[in-house]
Structure formats: structure tokens, C-alpha cells
């Protein structure tokens, strides 16, 4: 077994349906984890719902129902969605679940045993949709002239009994931490925000609440419950069986890298360590920010009637085309805009026209001119070279790429190995060769044939349902198929060796056509 990777998402508030940003996160993830395991590690993957909290409560009430109905209801649409979207996670957790209660109560005992938390008063400006206490000073003003957080959303000033977090303490330690690793916070432009914002001073957290009861009651004050963020965060130690520090959670904590929004990343660099220090339990290694999906150039909201579905875009553009889009059209960790022109320019420009066509062409090729069959060759220069190249776009730049998150710069140095493969196919003309020189034609398309497996394996995290088409069709095993496959020596020979032929291609990415209301 690899190296354990831990890779988790944030949790969605069940309050609605999903949305394109939540498949955004989500998409993301599973080709960081997807990556992962084709570079050898045992990867652990987790996604879920945050359940608890006045926003679920209060929503419910509106709607009429229980937030546990509302909770199961919405739930089913997160895990439907990340079926739909090809999301192979290993644990999606529920806030809800008893053993998520069991474990924030014991990273409550925790903090409380190392005299973390006391009961004082809180007033203060609280906003129910970030669930989120804020300072004064921190304010904004919206048009009427009422006060708004920093992310725009309403404030009430709110008086209730409270248990505190000593976050003050806990200044120092952030700073340090933030200072010795310089990759725990990404993108840099967040970590440079949280240095400013811990360097200014931390004042001690409210974290219970006696105004309603949805949430995982604080132990021996039975009548408060937990701040929605307390619970929240500790989903990802819950997953990994805590408190049993055996098993999972000795394999798998600290994570990897926690994927969130640029939205919530003072909870998870800020509260999120410092609650884990207090516990003394250690830290996650990298917590990253991605930007926000806007539709168009703009945020998506129900007033302004641009919301979308992210099943319907899926199933209009096929679940790769999508997946492959996002991951290629924006920069990870600033924001990226979508519409359907930029999903159809894209994707057949890089998916239909280059690479579906460099393997439709070539296949078509082996199958008509060679019956379908694979052969050993003496190899040119110009056949050494291009493999050469596009070995190093796949088992180099693409996964230091990867690895560091830069998609779209991966992508990048993939689809110049794809472009210099068509270069090749036009210099070389194997239609040509066909009479004039058959073996010649041979040593091209097998070179092809070779280039193509290393293409489709590299992008393999981004598009698995078409890459595994090809691969069938190539008739490479399903257990050679990650990126570690890449360097292995004679794989084509024992491809030859097996005898079995290539059928008629079917097509991986078929052109996309802009409807009239799309344009
Ligand atoms: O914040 N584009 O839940 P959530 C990209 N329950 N990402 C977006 C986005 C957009 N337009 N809108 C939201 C919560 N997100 C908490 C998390 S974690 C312990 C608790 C991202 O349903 C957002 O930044 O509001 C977050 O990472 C995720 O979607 C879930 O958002």
C-alpha cells in the first residue's frame, strides 16, 4: 500500500440543492484524489453535509418541516450529485450521525480539560447566513444604510449566554505555524490576509448557543449547543473514527489538504488549528482556497434568476467535458467565470478537435490499414522524439503540476503534447505511406498508438469515463492505467505480445453544438 493521502472537501449546508460551486469543490477534489492514487498513494477521500445550525432551523421552519426532514431530503441531492458527477469519494459524513456527536463532544472535553473554555455573555453581530459573529468594526453598510458582514449579508445584534474558546491564546502559535510553513494556507494571497488578520489580535470565540437546540449539546450544559462551526470542522477527524486514534485516524490525520472556499478560510486556518492545538491533536498539512465559480462574470442568486442546476449542465455537456472544463478554463484558487459558449469553445477545440481526433484518426487508421493489429517496429528519430516529449508532458510536467494544484498550467503542457502529436500525424501522412512504404506506416501509427496511451493515462484524474473508453479500446489493463504505469519499461511489447487487435473506435469526445438560447 502507497503513502496515505488524505484529501477532504468542505461540508455543504443542506439548505437548498446544490449548486454549480458546491460541484465545483467537488469536482476538484476527485481529480486531486483521482491524481493521487494514479501516483501511487492510498488515498482517502471525504465529502459530507453540515446539518446542524440556525441557518438549516430556520429554514425548515419557513418550509414547514423538521431540519432533520430538511436535512434528509437536501442530503440525498449532495449524494445524488456526486454520483452524477463522478465523485469517487470514500466517506461522506452527516453531521447529523451519532458518532459525529460522540466526537465533537470529545474535542469539547478536550479543550475544556486544558482550560479553553469558560461561560461568560456574548453580544455581538451575528449573521445567520455565514453563522458568523462579527466586530463592529468589521461592518459594512448596504444601500438602505442597514449594517452588513464583509460578505454582504445581514446582521443581528444578538445578547445570549455563551461558552467561550480562548482563541486569544492561541495568537502566537497561529503566527508560528503560519511562518514555518509556508504551504499551509494556499493560495498566497489568503495566507497573506490571515497572517494580517491574526497579527492584529484574536479575541476569544463564542461557541455555544442557548437560542435553539439543533446542534451537538455541549457536554454537562445541556442547555447549549455547539456553535455550527465547532461541529463542522470536527467532520474531518469524525471520518477517521475519532476518538479511537487507532486504526483510521492513525493512518490517515493529519490531512493532506483540506479544499474549501476562499469564503471560509478563516475557519479553517484560524479556528480550525487553533481548536486541534488546544485538543493537542496535530494540525492539517495544507488548507487551500479556491476561488468562486460566477456564471457569466456573475454570482448566481435566485433574484437575479441565473441559477444552474449543475446536473443539467452535466448532462447537456456530458460529465468530463465539464469536469474537464473547470479544472482547465480557471486558474485554481482565483475565481473563474462559465457559460455554455466557453464550455462549447473549449471543449472542441481541446477535447473534440485535438485529442478525440488525434485518437479517432489514428485508431481508425490501425484498424482499416493493419486489421487492428499491433506490431513491433525499428523506430525513426522523429518517432523517438515525439514520445520522448509527450513522455515528458505526462510523467513530468502534468503531475508536478498536479501535485502543486495548478491544474490548468498541467492541462497546458498536456495539451502541447497533444498538439505536437497531431504535428506528427500531419508531417508523417501515414495515409500516404500506406503503399509507398507499409512498415514505415507501421512505425507511425504504433509511435501514435504509444503517445496516445500516455496522453489518456495522464488526464486520466480529469476525464476518467472517456479515458477509460480509450483504454479499453487500447486494450490496457485496468491496473496499468496510473501515471506510476507510465515508466514502465516494455509495456508495448507485452501489449503485442497478448495478440489481441483493436476494434473499430467509437468516438471519445463527440463536438458540441451550441443551442440558439445558449449563443
Ligand atoms: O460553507 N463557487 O457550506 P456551503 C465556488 N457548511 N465555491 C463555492 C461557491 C461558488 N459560487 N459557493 C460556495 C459551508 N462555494 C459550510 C462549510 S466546512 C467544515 C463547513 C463553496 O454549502 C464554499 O466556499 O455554503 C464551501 O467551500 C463549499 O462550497 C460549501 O459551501
Same mark, same amino acid.
Given at each position: ?11 455543504s449546508?443542506?439548505?437548498?440543492k446544490?449548486?454549480?460551486?458546491h ?5 476538484a477534489?476527485d481529480?486531486?484524489?483521482?491524481f ?15 446539518e ?6 430556520q ?9 432533520a426532514?430538511l436535512?434528509?431530503?437536501m ?13 469517487d ?7 447529523t ?8 463532544q ?5 479543550m475544556?480539560?486544558n482550560g479553553d ?6 453580544e ?11 466586530d ?5 453598510d448596504?444601500?438602505?444604510?442597514e ?11 444578538t ?6 474558546f ?19 494556507i494556499r ?11 491574526v ?6 470565540l463564542s ?5 435553539f ?5 455541549v ?14 470542522l470536527?467532520?474531518?477527524?469524525t471520518?477517521?473514527?475519532f476518538?479511537?486514534e ?16 476562499k ?7 484560524i479556528?480550525w488549528p487553533?481548536?486541534?492545538?488546544s485538543?493537542?491533536?496535530?494540525v492539517p498539512k ?6 468562486f465559480?460566477?456564471n457569466?462574470?456573475q454570482?448566481?442568486s435566485?433574484?437575479l434568476?441565473n441559477?444552474?442546476d449543475?446536473l ?5 455537456f456530458?460529465?468530463?467535458?465539464l469536469?474537464y472544463f ?17 464550455i462549447v469553445?473549449r ?7 485535438s485529442?478525440?481526433?488525434l485518437v ?5 487508421m ?8 499491433l506490431?513491433?517496429?525499428a523506430?525513426?528519430e522523429a518517432?523517438?522524439k515525439l514520445l ?8 513530468d ?13 498541467g492541462?497546458?503542457?498536456? %495539451? +502541447? !503534447? &497533444?498538439?505536437?502529436?497531431n504535428q ?7 495515409w =500516404?505511406? $500506406?503503399k509507398?512504404? *507499409?512498415?514505415? %506506416? +507501421? !512505425? &507511425?501509427?504504433m509511435?501514435?498508438?504509444?503517445a496516445?496511451r500516455?496522453?489518456?493515462? =495522464?488526464? $486520466?484524474?480529469?476525464? *476518467?469515463?472517456?479515458?477509460?473508453? &480509450?483504454l479499453?479500446?487500447?486494450?490496457i489493463?485496468g ?5 506510476t ?6 509495456w508495448?511489447?507485452?501489449? &503485442? ?17 451550441l ?5
Amino acid at each position: 500500500m502507497g503513502e496515505p493521502y488524505y484529501i477532504t472537501t468542505a461540508i455543504s449546508y443542506p439548505n437548498g440543492k446544490p449548486h454549480i460551486g458546491h460541484a465545483y469543490e467537488a469536482i476538484a477534489a476527485d481529480v486531486i484524489a483521482r491524481f493521487q492514487k494514479a501516483m501511487g498513494r492510498d488515498v482517502r477521500f471525504q465529502t459530507g453535509t453540515d446539518e446542524h445550525g440556525l441557518k438549516m432551523a430556520q429554514k425548515a421552519r419557513d418550509l414547514g418541516i423538521t431540519p432533520a426532514e430538511l436535512a434528509d431530503e437536501m442530503t440525498s441531492h449532495f449524494i445524488a450529485m456526486a454520483d452524477a458527477l463522478n465523485v469517487d469519494y470514500d466517506v461522506f459524513i452527516r453531521t447529523t450521525e451519532p458518532r459525529h456527536h460522540a466526537s465533537t463532544q470529545e474535542l469539547w472535553r478536550r479543550m475544556e480539560a486544558n482550560g479553553d473554555l469558560y461561560l461568560d455573555r456574548y453580544e455581538g453581530w451575528y449573521s445567520v447566513r455565514d453563522e458568523a459573529y462579527y466586530d463592529a468594526s468589521e461592518l459594512i453598510d448596504g444601500e438602505g444604510g442597514e449594517k452588513l458582514s464583509p460578505q454582504g449579508t445581514p446582521v443581528e445584534w444578538t445578547v445570549e449566554e455563551s461558552w467561550f474558546f480562548r482563541l486569544s491564546k492561541y495568537q502566537e502559535p497561529l503566527l508560528a505555524l503560519f511562518r514555518e510553513n509556508a504551504e499551509f494556507i494556499r493560495p498566497e494571497s489568503r495566507r497573506n490576509e490571515m497572517i494580517a488578520f491574526v497579527s492584529q489580535g484574536l479575541r476569544d470565540l463564542s461557541v455555544s448557543r442557548t437560542s435553539f437546540d439543533w446542534g451537538v449539546k455541549v457536554p454537562g450544559s445541556d442547555n447549549h449547543v455547539m456553535y455550527v462551526w465547532v461541529d463542522a470542522l470536527t467532520n474531518y477527524i469524525t471520518g477517521l473514527g475519532f476518538p479511537h486514534e487507532s486504526g483510521d485516524y492513525a493512518r490517515y490525520w493529519p490531512a493532506d489538504l483540506h479544499l474549501i472556499g476562499k469564503d471560509i478560510v478563516r475557519f479553517h486556518t484560524i479556528y480550525w488549528p487553533a481548536f486541534l492545538m488546544s485538543a493537542g491533536l496535530a494540525v492539517p498539512k495544507q488548507v487551500f482556497g479556491h476561488g468562486f465559480l460566477l456564471n457569466r462574470g456573475q454570482k448566481e442568486s435566485k433574484s437575479l434568476g441565473n441559477v444552474t442546476d449543475p446536473l443539467a449542465l452535466a448532462e447537456r455537456f456530458g460529465v468530463d467535458t465539464l469536469r474537464y472544463f473547470l479544472m482547465r478554463d480557471v486558474v485554481f484558487g482565483q475565481d473563474g467565470s462559465y457559460s455554455p459558449e466557453a464550455i462549447v469553445t473549449r471543449c472542441n477545440a481541446e477535447l473534440a478537435n485535438s485529442y478525440g481526433n488525434l485518437v479517432q484518426r489514428t485508431l481508425s487508421m490501425i484498424f482499416k490499414n493493419m486489421d487492428g493489429e499491433l506490431v513491433k517496429f525499428a523506430s525513426a528519430e522523429a518517432d523517438d522524439k515525439l514520445l520522448a516529449t509527450v513522455f515528458e508532458a505526462c510523467h513530468d510536467e502534468l503531475p508536478r503540476e498536479f501535485a502543486a494544484l495548478n491544474f490548468s498550467a498541467g492541462i497546458d503542457g498536456w %495539451m +502541447r !503534447a &497533444v498538439f505536437a502529436c497531431n504535428q506528427y500525424v500531419d508531417e508523417q501522412a501515414p495515409w =500516404a505511406l $500506406r503503399k509507398s512504404d *507499409p512498415e514505415r %506506416m +507501421r !512505425a &507511425v501509427l504504433m509511435t501514435l498508438f504509444m503517445a496516445i496511451r500516455d496522453l489518456t493515462i =495522464a488526464i $486520466r484524474p480529469v476525464v *476518467p469515463t472517456a479515458a477509460d473508453k &480509450v483504454l479499453d479500446q487500447l486494450g490496457i489493463p485496468g491496473d496499468e492505467r496510473g501515471i506510476t504505469a507510465l515508466a514502465k519499461a516494455d509495456w508495448f511489447l507485452a501489449r &503485442v505480445a497478448t495478440g489481441e487487435r483493436l476494434s473499430a473506435p467509437t468516438p471519445a469526445f463527440p463536438r458540441l453544438e451550441l443551442t440558439e438560447d445558449e449563443a
